[in-house]
């Protein structure tokens, strides 16, 4: 794996394996340890994006590129889309790469988690393990409750706000069929 992945700017050396840009002394072991799971996640996230862009973009230049049915195409043309397509395929080859960096160094980090996925999923007809919770203090009591009722005031407006506009459409279409 010879060649660099490609990095969105201000991504230089976060990732194991990538070099420092010239000038920059490579980061630190720990500063590498401090970047959290959820950042990788992201990052697969936007790289997978990517990756399904350039995708599309591959099936476009196949697409367009005409079958060669006796219709003579100019040499210079099918270069061209040769060499997009080329360099399409180059680079989702590094995205995948990348895909691969990410997902292995977000699988190291959170390989010391001490609950598997499976576990914290309930089972119907299991009993489920009780979780002590520790007693909030009375002030972020209070602040849930005043947000609960905040929420609750905001349902209660956009219910009301839904029915004058399902009124409105009501009346609008009844005047629309008289109309015809």
């Not at 995708?55 to 006796?70: C, D």
């Not at 210079?76 to 691969?100: N, T, V």
């Amino acid at each position: 794996m010879a060649a660099s992945l490609p990095q969105k700017p201000g991504m230089a050396g976060m990732l194991p394996g990538a070099s420092a840009a010239p000038g920059q002394q490579p980061p630190q072991q720990g500063a590498l340890r401090e970047i959290s799971p959820v950042f990788l996640c992201r990052i697969g996230q936007e790289t997978v994006q990517d990756i399904v862009t350039r995708t599309m973009e591959i099936f476009q230049i196949t697409r367009a590129t005409q079958l060669p049915n006796g219709v003579t195409q100019s040499h210079a043309m099918y270069q061209d889309r040769f060499g997009k397509l080329q360099e399409h395929l180059r680079q989702l080859a590094l995205l995948f790469r990348k895909l691969r960096l990410l997902y292995e160094r977000c699988v190291e980090m959170t390989s010391d988690l001490q609950e598997e996925p499976a576990e914290l999923v309930p089972y119907v007809g299991e009993d489920l393990v009780s979780v002590r919770v520790e007693p909030c203090s009375p002030t972020v009591s209070q602040e849930r409750q005043e947000v609960l009722e905040k929420v609750r005031q905001k349902n209660q407006e956009m219910k009301v706000l839904m029915d004058q506009m399902r009124n409105l459409l009501w009346d609008v279409n009844a005047m629309l069929t008289l109309r015809k």
